[in-house]
């Protein structure tokens, strides 16, 4: 990833971001071509590091307390095209290419696929493929 890898050159790049007790940052998937939010994950150093350096997107899951390499059991891979930072310095957002058209693991295209009508949240969002076809059924 180019023009990505030529920002690494700073080593403290990452120092500049503002992260949680925990080691932590919000990291927001977007659609690099339409806008769409797609999914939100945690990143630590490591992960953003990562990111940045090969192009995929890296997260840290926090339930499994180990690095996640987004697509690597489903093959959606997030190629990412540019890495963001906001203005309090504690949010990242990756702009990506999502492979497969899928970012979650319900097997929709994103994980905010409920909308709040009357009082409840309600699906507006296809399922595109069923999650025991893409993860295998447990």
Known sequence: ????????????WLESIRWTADGLVPAIAQDATTGDILMMAWMNRESLRLTAEEGQAVYWSRSRGKLWRKGETSGHQQV????????????????VEQKGGIACHTGRRSCFYRSLRD????????????????YGSN
């Not at 990833?1 to 403290?12: H, I, Q, R, V």
């Not at 409840?120 to 969002?125: F, P």
């Open 1 to 12: 990833m180019k023009d990505l890898s030529d920002n690494l050159g700073a080593p403290d």
């Open 80 to 95: 990412v095209k540019d890495i963001r930072l906001d203005c309090d310095e504690d949010v990242i957002l990756l702009k």
């Open 119 to 134: 009082n409840q949240w309600v699906s507006v969002e296809p399922v595109i493929k069923d999650p025991d076809a893409i």
